[in-house]
């Protein structure tokens, strides 16, 4: 095995410990595994996506970011079948995306919304 050495926040090692203690994991590096692992799954899957397909996108971000998300939507409105955006709680939100459409454009929509920041969690689920 090659020894890789990364940066983390203190909010990322103190969600990684519990994760350790959770999920029972033996090490910091087993998690880092798994969550890799997972990633690269995820990512197949995803580049597997070809032609005419339908998928649901979720999104879970603060409240704030309500304008960020209208305006990345509207490049993809030809794949957009369905929208719902509900509050969650105070201060986040939830939108689900039912998707049609170019593969390509799902997929480029999908990966604009997982490289924001801003956003908490994107995910991509094929049908
Ligand atoms: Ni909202």
């Known amino acids: ?8 926040n203190e909010d990322i090692i103190k969600d990684i410990n519990r994760l350790q203690k959770n999920l029972g994991f033996s090490g ?20 597997n996506l070809q032609g005419e397909v339908s ?3 979720l999104i879970i ?3 704030e ?15 957009i079948n369905t929208h719902l955006h509900s509050k969650i709680d105070k201060d986040r939100c939830v939108e689900v995306f039912l998707l049609k459409g170019e593969s390509d454009l799902i997929k480029d929509m ?18």
């Not at 095995?1 to 983390?8: D, P």
């Not at 999908?110 to 049908?127: E, G, P, S, W, Y």
């Open 1 to 8: 095995m090659t020894i890789v050495s990364i940066s983390l």
């Open 28 to 47: 910091r590096s087993e998690i880092v595994r798994a969550g890799l692992r997972y990633m690269i799954a995820e990512q197949k899957e995803k580049e």
């Open 55 to 57: 998928a649901l996108l």
């Open 61 to 63: 971000h603060r409240e």
């Open 65 to 79: 970011e309500d304008d960020q998300i209208t305006s990345m939507r509207h490049d993809y409105e030809e794949v």
């Open 110 to 127: 999908t990966r604009k919304f997982q490289i924001n920041k801003k956003l908490d969690h994107v995910k991509l689920i094929a049908m």
